[in-house]
T-cell receptor, first 112, second 114 residues
Framework: QQQVKQSPQSLIVQKGGISIINCAYE??????FPWYQQFPGKGPALLIA?????SEKKEGRFTISFNKSAKQFSLHIMDSQPGDSATYFC???????????FGKGTRLSVIA | DGGITQSPKYLFRKEGQNVTLSCEQN?????MYWYRQDPGQGLRLIYY???????QKGDIAEGYSVSREKKESFPLTVTSAQKNPTAFYLC?????????????FGSGTQLSVL
């Protein structure tokens, strides 16, 4: 119930291509879905987040798509660049002061 | 310059030894967290604290201990009971308010066993 399942575990994309990372959850009480980006040797940083009252949120080249009925959400990186190479974590949280539940991460490599 | 400072960046532990990882924040955040990161395992919650002098166990608290005597500080002790301590440890804090949503992370401490 508390898990967030993330796929794929690793992803290689050509420069200029679209990177897509998917997450699925079971607990319908989750109401906040962020994505974090982590570069090697650094801590993760918030990239973009969405609430279930909207189906899509876009910030620059990064878009979250949210499918409430399927209990899935995904991160799309348009025009992927080598600088986007990092590990990406999806997460979910419940209302109230409960900690985020993280997926296991996707290691993205963008090659020229 | 506000943020979260973790120290040391690298730490080595001998068998049977307790070691303490430091985490300090000057963001005036009430909530602080400790996560353990292993390759392919994501971020697993060890302990968290919503307020000074109070903390709760996370998913993998066994073999670890924490204290929260000051708002700015949330040290993590890896005890000798933790048989597999080698990992990257991340401290985080979150914005005040009814929903602790945005996490700010430190740069982590890599702990290895000698």
């Amino acid at each position: 119930q508390q898990q967030v399942k993330q796929s794929p575990q690793s992803l290689i994309v050509q420069k200029g291509g679209i990177s897509i990372i998917n997450c699925a959850y079971e607990n319908t009480a989750f109401d906040y879905f962020p994505w974090y980006q982590q570069f090697p040797g650094k801590g993760p940083a918030l990239l973009i987040a969405i609430r279930p009252d909207v189906s899509e949120k876009k910030e620059g080249r990064f878009t979250i798509s949210f499918n409430k009925s399927a209990k899935q959400f995904s991160l799309h990186i348009m025009d992927s660049q080598p600088g986007d190479s990092a590990t990406y974590f999806c997460a979910a949280s419940l209302a109230g002061n409960t900690p985020l539940v993280f997926g296991k991460g996707t290691r993205l490599s963008v090659i020229a | 310059d506000g943020g979260i400072t973790q120290s040391p960046k690298y730490l080595f532990r001998k068998e049977g030894q307790n070691v303490t990882l430091s985490c300090e924040q000057n963001l005036n955040h009430d909530a602080m967290y400790w996560y353990r990161q292993d390759p392919g395992q994501g971020l697993r919650l060890i302990y968290y604290s919503q307020i000074v002098n109070d903390f709760q166990k996370g998913d993998i608290a066994e073999g670890y201990s924490v204290s929260r005597e000051k708002k700015e500080s949330f040290p993590l002790t890896v005890t000798s009971a933790q048989k597999n301590p080698t990992a990257f440890y991340l401290c985080a804090s979150s914005t005040p308010g009814p929903r602790n949503e945005k996490l700010f992370f430190g740069s982590g401490t890599q702990l290895s066993v000698l």
